[in-house]
Structure formats: C-alpha cells, structure tokens
C-alpha cells in the first residue's frame, strides 16, 4: 500500500472513532470506576439540571429529579457507589446502588429514622429505583423509573436496613452544585456509615416498561454510606431527601 493511501486511510478511521466516541451515550463517569465521589456528584448534578429544566414543561420529570437528588446527596457526602447483582423477571443485571439513612429530629429529639435505597441501571439513569426502611423495620415501599419519566409504584415490597457501624464526619461536598439538596444536606450532621440492606420489589404491568422489571430484587450486602441527622426545628422534622418524605406521605 502507497503512503499516501495508508495516511488517507489512517485518517478515514480516526474520524470514524471520534465521530463514535461523541455519539455515544454518556455525559460522565459510570457508577463504578475510580471517579472520586466528588466527580459523580457533580455528574449527577449536571443530570439534575436537565431534568428540573425538562420538568418546567413536563411533571414526569419530578420522580426522576428526586431520584437524581437522593444519589447526588449520597455521593456529595463522600459515599461511592456499590455493585450490586439484581434479579429481574429475566435473569440477572448488575446495577450501582447507594445507602444512607436519615434521622429525623422532631421537636429537638431524634425520634424516627428511615434508610433510603437507591439503584440505577445505567450511568445516565435512564432506570433506577427507590425505596425506604424504616430502623423498626417497616417497608416504606418502592417506586420504579424507565426511559426517564415512566413512573411504577410497587404492588408488593418488602427489605431490611441495618446500621452496622458509624464513623467519622462526612468530607464537604465540592464546591458548585446546583441542587438545593445539597445545601440542605450542609445544615444536617453527617458521619459516614455502614449499613447491611438488602430488597425485593413487585411492579404492574405497564405499557412501555420492560416486563423484566415486574420483579426487582438483591440479596443482602453492605453498603458505604452516611447517616444525616436533621438540625433541630420548632415546627418539627427537616426532611432533606424528598423521595423518603414522599415514601413516608405514601405509607400513611
């Protein structure tokens, strides 16, 4: 082959592999990996924002902006994300997942607390799901989002959370996050902790939702997480993550 053929050839793949690299679909780092917690916090801010803005013109978006919110926190306050092996109607799906619990101060006194789990499929989150404990033990229940702004509540949910230990104060999170959960989360006190959970989920059937994901469920493991405890307020409890007031709303 002549030289010049060779360069032109050469060049005819770099572009093709640019050209796939800028299509392909990703604005950040995956859920495992070695980002520092700090970089996926900002790449969940970034998710966020696009979010809040597509949610001016469509309300399908709030579950996914509280999702997004609840894994930015965790990962703002020094949590990484875990591997986790999810069984599905299907077979088996690796997924990430983040565990914190939050310790309501009602009144000046910590009387309640409740662990939130979250899981998501894919870096972009285009799937994840939430769900809550409470430490005595009670299902909050579980919702499910796909393809970004399809919403399914769990027909039937059962888990367990347990605080296996607690550490040292949480790192500060980096400075230039946008979403206000960050700043709530700044007025509680935050110490890492590690906490055992483990949970199963039944969903309906729904048009446009994988039927794989009429069953989520994974075995227990321990998980690197935070414990926030709320400031103390006259008017009653600070909820800093939404998804577990509205969780909390449902069990009622």
């Known amino acids: 082959m002549r030289l010049s053929t060779r360069l032109l050839l050469a060049a005819a793949v770099a572009v093709i592999a640019a050209t796939t690299a800028c299509g392909s679909d990703s604005t950040g780092p995956p859920g495992g990996g070695d980002h520092t917690p700090g970089t996926l916090a900002q790449h969940f801010d970034t998710l966020y924002a696009r979010a809040k803005a597509s949610s ?53 006194a910590a009387t309640d607390s409740a662990y939130v789990i979250v899981a998501y499929r894919d870096s972009l989150v285009h799937t994840a799901i939430v769900t809550g404990v409470r430490a005595n033990g009670t299902s909050l229940g579980a919702s499910l989002i796909t393809n970004d702004t399809l919403v399914v509540v769990a027909s039937a949910n059962s888990g367990v959370a347990t605080l296996v230990s607690s550490g040292g104060a949480c790192p500060a999170p980096i400075a230039g996050l946008v979403n206000p959960i960050i700043a709530t989360g700044e007025s509680a006190t935050c110490v890492s902790a590690v906490i055992q959970a483990a949970h199963t989920s039944e969903f309906p059937a729904r048009t446009g939702v994988p039927a794989a994901y009429m069953h989520f469920s994974f075995a227990a493991r321990t998980f690197a997480g935070e414990r926030f405890f709320d400031p103390p307020t006259s008017g009653g409890a600070v909820l800093i993550s939404s998804s577990l007031g509205h969780l909390l709303r449902s069990s009622h």
């Open 56 to 108: 001016v013109s469509d309300t399908n978006y709030n579950e996914r902006i509280q999702i997004l919110s609840d894994l930015e926190l965790a990962a703002a306050f020094g949590a990484s994300p875990t591997s986790i092996t999810v069984t599905t109607a299907s077979g088996t799906e690796s997924w990430n997942a983040f565990v914190f619990e939050e310790v309501r101060n009602i009144g000046g």
